[in-house]
């Protein structure tokens, strides 16, 4: 169940949430702490403890463990992910995506959509502001491009809506919405470089 959140909670991030600022390489080492860390976040989730626990995750290791623990979870279409944590509740990320299976899924096809001249697989790019607190988060975008081309809210939503859908949600994730953090995490301090999670 954690890693199931984990994992939309990472699409989400990754193509709503982006910018190719992250350059650091991923590692195996990294990713198996991260790993560790997000088995023991779920085990404490579980449990009635009412201690707090501080988890501080890296962008390192959070970014590797996208490329070697969740790369196979991530929805066809959606590639090389990459988060960066700016710091002050801002974080950003990158992520090739397939636009052309967006594209035909909206049904764009008129010369005057600008949708129609944005094809193939495109990096998206977005900044934005993570809002938590009491169990709950909030994403706030602030800025968001396909291909470097600014683009608006509505058209990134398209694109969020698409590869998020579900049996469960088949009309996908919307930006707007809030979101349940997962096991019992009451917040995410964002820092520059690392996050802490408070659970």
């Known amino acids: 169940m954690f890693k199931r959140t984990l994992t939309l909670v990472a699409v989400v991030g990754v193509l709503s949430v982006a910018t190719g600022d992250a350059q650091v390489r991923p590692s195996k080492a990294d990713a198996q702490t991260m790993k560790q860390k997000v088995a023991t976040i779920a085990a404490r989730g579980g449990t009635g403890s009412k201690e707090p626990l501080r988890t501080t995750v890296t962008e390192s290791e959070l ?6 623990e969740l790369g196979d979870a991530l929805p066809g279409g959606v590639g090389d ?40 697989h495109l990096p998206v ?35 969020v809506a698409y590869y998020s859908k579900s049996p469960a949600r088949p009309d996908g994730v919307s930006l707007d919405e809030e979101f349940v953090l997962p096991a019992r995490i009451q917040e995410i301090q964002v820092e520059p470089g690392h996050a802490i999670v408070v659970q």
């Open 81 to 120: 992910p990459a988060i960066t944590i700016l710091g002050t509740g801002r974080v950003s990320g990158r992520a090739v995506v397939d636009l052309d299976a967006v594209r035909k899924a909206s049904g764009s096809t008129g010369v005057l959509d600008p949708r129609s001249y944005l094809s193939g």
């Open 63 to 68: 970014n590797s463990y996208l490329a070697y």
């Open 125 to 159: 790019t977005a900044i934005g502001l993570l809002r938590t607190g009491n169990g709950v988060g909030r994403f706030e975008l602030q800025s968001t491009t396909v291909g470097g081309v600014p683009i608006p809210k509505l058209f990134l939503q398209e694109i």
